[in-house]
């Protein structure tokens, strides 16, 4: 499981199959292979539909089988506000993933997301800033505060950002 994180998206699928083979129950794995299928890139559009139906079942399967896991409920609301474009049914699940655990810093990074999408950068921003003051090195947390600043036409600070993040990435 822990492997299948670290690896390209493409690639995550089958190491997350086996892992689910040894442990049919394991929700985090459900978790993340729902992720997976919502993040992975199709090589035309007709597979779209595949790949869409196989996140939801695999987010829904997470949930069930892990209902007080705060990651669940966080894949749940990214696969919703991928897949469903609502971010309105993704933020009922991001909310719960907050409630289950105050200390999830990705769940406030995809809530923010979901809150960028509905036009409400007020709150998008108090999220990421609640997400910054949790995990200051979160990766997910860098693409959001630039999602943030691109989206909220921000050119300046989102060219400021992407600058800071590549000199803080180079060795010395």
Same mark, same amino acid.
């Given at each position: 499981?822990?492997?299948?994180?670290?690896?390209?998206?493409?690639?995550?699928?089958?190491?997350?199959?086996?892992?689910?083979?040894?442990?049919?129950?394991?929700?985090?794995?459900?978790?993340? *292979? $729902?992720?997976?299928?919502?993040?992975?890139?199709?090589?035309?559009?007709? !597979? =779209?539909?595949?790949?869409?139906? #196989? &996140? %939801?079942?695999?987010?829904?399967?997470?949930?069930?089988?892990?209902?007080?896991?705060?990651?669940?409920?966080?894949?749940?609301?990214?696969?919703?506000?991928?897949?469903?474009?609502?971010?309105?049914?993704?933020?009922?699940?991001?909310?719960?993933?907050?409630?289950?655990?105050?200390?999830?810093?990705?769940?406030?990074?995809? *809530? $923010?997301?979901?809150?960028?999408?509905?036009?409400?950068?007020?709150?998008? !921003? =108090?999220?990421l800033q609640k997400? #910054? &003051? %949790?995990?200051?090195?979160?990766?997910?947390?860098?693409?959001?505060?630039?999602?943030?600043?691109?989206?909220?036409?921000?050119?300046?600070?989102?060219?400021?950002?992407?600058?800071?993040?590549?000199?803080?990435?180079?060795?010395?």
């Amino acid at each position: 499981y822990l492997r299948a994180k670290q690896l390209p998206w493409s690639k995550r699928v089958d190491t997350l199959q086996s892992v689910l083979k040894k442990d049919s129950t394991f929700s985090l794995a459900w978790a993340e *292979l $729902a992720s997976t299928y919502s993040k992975i890139p199709w090589r035309n559009q007709s !597979e =779209k539909p595949f790949y869409v139906r #196989k &996140s %939801l079942d695999a987010a829904l399967t997470a949930v069930a089988l892990g209902p007080e896991r705060s990651e669940t409920h966080m894949i749940l609301g990214d696969v919703l506000k991928i897949n469903t474009l609502s971010s309105s049914l993704a933020i009922k699940e991001l909310n719960r993933s907050i409630e289950l655990n105050p200390n999830n810093a990705e769940g406030y990074v995809y *809530l $923010a997301f979901a809150k960028m999408e509905m036009g409400n950068f007020v709150v998008a !921003e =108090k999220n990421l800033q609640k997400a #910054k &003051s %949790l995990d200051p090195l979160s990766s997910i947390m860098h693409s959001g505060w630039l999602n943030y600043y691109r989206y909220s036409r921000n050119p300046e600070k989102f060219l400021a950002y992407r600058n800071s993040i590549r000199s803080a990435s180079r060795p010395d």
